[in-house]
């Protein structure tokens, strides 16, 4: 194998260390070297780095208050606030979805790592009764949204489900929606593709190895999604199908209403190209990007960004100025998303994350670094909504749509598969009251709790947060989604009843888990 013209293309691009260990490496390990450089565009990259360096250090020390400006009433429409208008989005929505013009797409390449696991987030068992894993929980709303749609229009419908994977995580996403039958959903409408990796740089713009014949290579942050779409044919697949409104979000999220028709119906009425929903912040200090506008045009500013003063602001209504807490759910329509694809994405600045990222060092020792060497490029989902013409944002509530997925399980530990089994059960608890269902502790006493008032699935202002038992735990309660997406239906099954904990509805009927068994 003759890698002179390599060498030189490497030597061009002030890479060429990356041919340094050459001799040392087995005919295989030059075959895999050579194919990872053949694949790359180093002018391109070198631009990137110049361009994301340049960006970070002019906007290190500046904070956006004197630039910010809340979300305007205008474009903003709240589960609480706008309950009379709930059902006419809801209805819009599910006209929207029984055309098969709306389509669900997956960010899912993050791995577990952080959750102490070395496979994909939605792969992930949090310890429901059920133990249905995140993916089969959001294959199931889909085909409950379908089926909803189907009854609501008698035509059959079809949700196709756009699942964006990395490198690291696409062989065993794919491997286990196979094994599992798609749970349920028909394979060709289930389409999986890969964001772009971007390689791992010291901070003179050199190319970090991880090994002797290996680059270190990091996923193009969720914003890779743009040019994934373009690159991968999914904008085609789009356009062949007919899809005309796409729904975006993550996989950590155990609460997110995939396709949620209200949210799609908010923005169809509104004319929007794109939207984003939101939970309000829980406090001024909460480490979470707000969606506001900053010069004019909307975006969403991390915590990092802005003084205390600014967090900590609140209109004359007493809630927070910034409270738009941003939760990566979009809403794009295919137009305004194939623009971005073909025209914005290129205009995009990657964010600059330092990292300790291991490397091997001239005498061939992989070294493990105890602070920052070297970032990571990514681009951000949201930074496309600077382009958008008809911006609109969305509130709901915390407990009922939003409880991610981010920690292993730890004293008083946030963002756990704990919290996150908490939250869904509280939230199934709730559906169960709200179609007058009543649990019972092993004593036949009633466990006290204040349903919401109105009908099941409704949405009161108090949010009444987390109703849980005597114990201070969230009462074991579990309704499949294949039998309600978002709390309706369950009437006929649980009005006048009383039910002792572990309640588990599924398409079978309902089942009380009793302790010592079944």
């Not at 794919?174 to 599992?180: D, E, V």
Request: charge should be neutral; charged fraction near 25%; aromatic fraction near 8%.
């Amino acid at each position: 194998m003759d890698p002179s013209r390599l060498i030189q293309r490497l030597a061009q691009a002030g890479q060429s260390h990356l041919m340094q260990f050459w001799d040392a490496l087995s005919p295989e390990e030059q075959a895999v070297l050579t194919l990872d450089l053949q694949g790359m565009d180093f002018q391109e990259i070198n631009g990137f780095f110049k361009n994301a360096m340049e960006t970070s250090s002019s906007s290190k020390h500046e904070k956006m208050d004197a630039r910010m400006g809340p979300v305007p009433p205008e474009v903003l429409g709240s589960v609480t606030r706008d309950r009379g208008s709930l059902r006419d989005w809801e209805l819009a929505g599910l006209d929207c979805i029984s055309q098969s013009k709306v389509a669900a797409l997956l960010l899912a390449g993050g791995q577990g790592t952080r959750l102490g696991v070395s496979y994909p987030k939605g792969m992930c068992d949090v310890g429901l009764p059920s133990h249905k894993t995140l993916f089969q929980i959001q294959a199931e709303r889909i085909l409950r949204l379908q089926q909803l749609a189907e009854q609501k229009h008698k035509i059959k419908c079809c949700i196709p489900w756009y699942i964006m994977t990395s490198g690291r995580t696409m062989d065993s996403t794919k491997g286990f929606f196979s094994r599992h039958n798609y749970f349920g959903l028909d394979k060709n409408d289930v389409i999986f593709f890969q964001q772009g990796m971007l390689p791992a740089m010291d901070y003179n713009g050199k190319i970090i190895l991880e090994s002797k014949g290996k680059l270190s290579m990091a996923p193009d942050g969720n914003g890779g999604l743009y040019r994934a779409l373009g690159n991968q044919g999914i904008m085609d697949d789009m356009q062949r199908r007919g899809i005309e409104f796409i729904h975006v979000y993550c996989v950590d999220n155990i609460l997110v209403k995939v396709a949620d028709p209200s949210f799609v119906g908010f923005c169809v009425q509104k004319g929007a190209d794109c939207g984003a929903k939101v939970v309000e912040k829980t406090n001024p200090t909460e480490a979470v990007g707000v969606v506001c506008k900053v010069d004019g045009h909307y975006q969403v500013v991390e915590y990092s960004e802005i003084t205390l003063a600014t967090a900590e602001k609140r209109s004359t209504d007493g809630r927070l100025m910034f409270n738009a807490g941003n939760i990566a759910n979009h809403f794009f329509s295919f137009s305004f998303l194939r623009d971005v694809v073909q025209k914005y994405e290129p205009m995009l600045q990657h964010h600059v994350a330092q990292k300790k990222i291991p490397y091997v060092d001239p005498q061939g020792q992989l070294i493990q670094p105890d602070k920052p060497n070297g970032i990571k490029m990514e681009k951000f989902v949201f930074d496309i909504f600077q382009f958008a013409k008809t911006f609109v944002v969305f509130e709901v509530l915390r407990e009922d749509e939003f409880s991610p997925l981010k920690n292993a399980d730890s004293q008083d530990g946030k963002d756990t598969p704990t919290t996150a089994r908490h939250a869904l059960m509280s939230l199934h608890h709730r559906w169960v009251l709200n179609a007058g269902g009543h649990f019972i502790d092993e004593n036949g006493r009633r466990v006290p709790a204040i349903p919401r008032d109105g009908a099941a699935g409704s949405v009161t202002a108090d949010g009444n947060r987390n109703l849980k038992d005597g114990t201070d735990l969230p009462i074991k309660c579990e309704v499949s989604p294949l039998v309600s997406y978002g709390g309706e239906g369950l009437e006929e099954l649980v009005r006048g009843r009383e039910f002792q904990p572990t309640l588990m509805i599924d398409v079978s009927g309902v089942h009380q888990l009793v302790k010592n068994g079944v």
